[in-house]
């Protein structure tokens, strides 16, 4: 358990100081900043997976759905650095700036996620382009719809949780209480749909909430490779989260039904035989 705490951590630092390794322009301030919170995370992440009691992190003894959402957010950072950074061309940023534009146009329909980014971008960018944000955009939203594709489709092969092994509540879900009161498959259904509408709603506001403060606090986020990084990377790893979360929650209450008809059928079955 201790080893793979350290695992984890470690790959958490790695992580947060990916752009940092990456990016041009680093300042020492910036490095020791960035080096200062994988340190924090890295800490955190180590406590709750070296601890017997759960305290925070959710399906924490439920794999693989916290290894996705951490290599999601692995590729969604180390594929905008490389596209932010250039890289001297390379195939490599060409192919994912290709792809980026791809899927990008589709999100700048009128009202769609994009729209006010790439409105906004045009006035205020110094480092980059319109169209090299609009590929890491499409690139974030390609790698978080394949990882949610991935999971779903896990589900539907009823290959997650593990089948071998029992679904702990406790541990897996330590900031749900089962006897808070209500039935727990309505609670945990009704929870599902606020987590996809949430996730549905903040990829749409995200952007603009974002930019409104930006602006009240006179950050120019578009003059930032880091900031526009992690910007759009979080901009995607949270609706992903949100649908990753409502689907597990969704799974959870199919199996607590179907273990209460099970249950049901066998009370049924072992009533009281006639004399």
Not at 69 to 93: H, Q, T, W, Y
Not at 245 to 259: F, G, N, S, V
């Amino acid at each position: 358990m201790f080893l793979g705490a350290v695992m984890r951590a470690a790959i958490v630092v790695l992580v947060v100081a990916t752009p940092s390794l990456m990016l041009p322009g680093t300042t020492p301030e910036g490095a020791e900043l960035a080096m200062l919170l994988a340190l924090v995370l890295a800490g955190f992440t180590a406590s709750e997976y070296s601890s017997l009691y759960p305290a925070m992190i959710e399906f924490r003894d439920a794999p693989p759905f916290n290894r996705l959402r951490l290599i999601s957010l692995c590729l969604m950072v180390f594929a905008l650095s490389l596209v932010a950074s250039g890289a001297d061309g390379s195939s490599l940023v060409l192919l994912l700036s290709v792809l980026g534009l791809l899927v990008g146009q589709v999100l700048t329909y009128s009202g769609g996620p994009l729209a006010a980014i790439v409105q906004y971008v045009p006035m205020h960018t110094e480092v980059l382009s319109a169209f090299q944000i609009k590929a890491m955009a499409g690139i974030a939203f390609f790698i978080a719809c394949v990882v949610l594709g991935i999971f779903a489709l896990m589900l539907r092969m009823k290959r997650w949780p593990d089948p071998a092994h029992a679904f702990n509540v406790w541990i897996n879900l330590p900031t749900f209480d089962p006897t808070a009161g209500g039935d727990v498959i309505n609670r945990l259904i009704r929870d599902a749909r606020v987590n996809a509408i949430l996730g549905f709603v903040i990829t749409f506001i995200l952007p603009t909430v974002g930019l409104m403060m930006s602006d009240h606090f006179d950050i120019h986020v578009f003059t930032s490779l880091h900031g526009l990084v992690w910007g759009v990377a979080l901009w995607m790893f949270l609706p992903l989260s949100l649908f990753m979360r409502a689907l597990a929650l969704a799974r959870i209450a199919a199996m607590i039904r179907e273990q209460r008809a099970r249950l049901v059928a066998s009370i049924n079955s072992d009533g009281p035989q006639p004399a």
